[in-house]
């Protein structure tokens, strides 16, 4: 659907500087735009480049002029391509309806807007909340609920007792309340623990395609408001993760372990289990966190040390070679002396 800069200013809290009234069909990156496009440029490179192509109007900061280009002028420009994005490519609405290959308990509770995909089971107890959609191959365990908007992508397993609030989407292959990684050393065998928790996902959560997430072995598990997870991560059993946090790609965080608010584990983190890590810490890639973190600052190495004390050793590291070939000279020296 076409719109003016002007009304798209309006959605992104931004002021047009040039053509109020061009109509612009369509956002595309720099490279392929061409005219009637929209782009955006966050930095001088981006923005150069973005008055040479073919664009019709470009989403910029406040401190861009042009005088090639109709701007939309904006206080954050990657911000505001967000909210573009969701005019010109919003999400896929999905019809009330309940496809006949799906399997639903007598004693579930669907709410009439939800949407219900070809083969997909929701077991005994189950409530689905309005509008929420389950796109095809889900499975919904036994006493499981589903608030309001909740997005089920193809083939996610939700496990029993699973509490997911409102407007959580979970993508394709995820699993939620699996069992907890609990066995205890029994004379020559490995006992199951039984885990009888569950997990409990707050709202405006998104989880990424490939993530599990265990139950916990007698309370929760859970997932703070706003929290984000990347593809391929795994939460063990009773893990506690505060709102807001950032979970990359193939972090792995070990049972027990308490995240605070505004966490950022990048990818490959691990967490050893039973730790507390404290508001608005970020831990740098393939870091191995093995004790608790205070509140704030930055994270890295195995162990996990900050960042400004991992910067001195590098640079330690990186002297090294120097300094084994200025001690293998004086002793070569004092060799030399002592000889005679």
């Avoid at 500087?17 to 496009?37: C, M, R, S, W």
């Avoid at 292959?173 to 069992?179: E, K, L, P, Q, R």
């Avoid at 065998?189 to 072995?217: F, L």
């Avoid at 993760?241 to 605070?260: D, F, M, P, R, T």
Wanted: proline share 5%; glycine share 10%.
């Amino acid at each position: 659907m076409p719109y003016t800069t002007e009304e798209i200013a309006k959605v992104i809290d931004g002021q047009v500087v040039g053509d109020a009234k061009a109509v612009l069909k369509n956002f595309a990156t720099i490279e392929t735009a061409q005219p009637g496009d929209l782009t955006f440029a966050e930095n001088e490179e981006f923005f150069a480049r973005a008055e040479q192509s073919a664009a019709t109007a470009i989403i910029a900061d406040k401190r861009f002029s042009s005088e090639k280009k109709t701007l939309i002028q904006v206080p954050n420009a990657r911000v505001a391509f967000a909210k573009a994005l969701t005019l010109f490519f919003p999400d896929k609405k999905y019809p009330a309806t309940v496809h006949p290959t799906a399997v639903i308990a007598a004693t579930a509770k669907v709410d009439p807007t939800a949407h219900i995909g070809p083969h997909c089971v929701i077991g005994e107890r189950v409530t689905i909340g309005a509008r929420s959609v389950l796109q095809s191959g889900n499975y919904v365990g036994d006493d499981s609920k589903l608030g309001e908007d909740v997005n089920l992508f193809p083939n996610v397993t939700v496990y029993p007792r699973a509490d997911i609030r409102n407007r959580v989407r979970i993508h394709g292959n995820s699993v939620i309340g699996s069992d907890g990684y609990g066995y205890v050393k029994d004379g020559p065998i490995h006992r199951k623990v039984p885990q009888i928790g569950n997990v409990v996902i707050h709202d405006d959560v998104e989880i990424g395609a490939g993530v599990t997430i265990d139950r916990g072995a007698l309370g929760s598990t859970v997932i703070g408001k706003g929290t984000k997870i990347d593809n391929l991560v795994q939460i063990a059993h009773n893990v506690q993760v505060g709102e807001g946090c950032l979970i990359v790609a193939q972090v792995g965080i070990a049972g027990s372990a308490k995240l605070g608010n505004y966490v950022v584990l990048a990818g490959q983190v691990g967490v050893a289990g039973h730790l507390k890590i404290g508001n608005e810490v970020i831990v740098g890639a393939q870091s191995g966190v093995m004790h608790d973190i205070p509140d704030g600052g930055k994270w890295l190495w195995t162990p996990a040390q900050p960042d400004k004390e991992v910067k001195r050793q590098v640079l330690a590291i990186q002297r090294l070679p120097e300094l084994l070939r200025r001690i293998a000279k004086w002793e070569k020296k004092l060799g030399e002396i002592e000889g005679e």
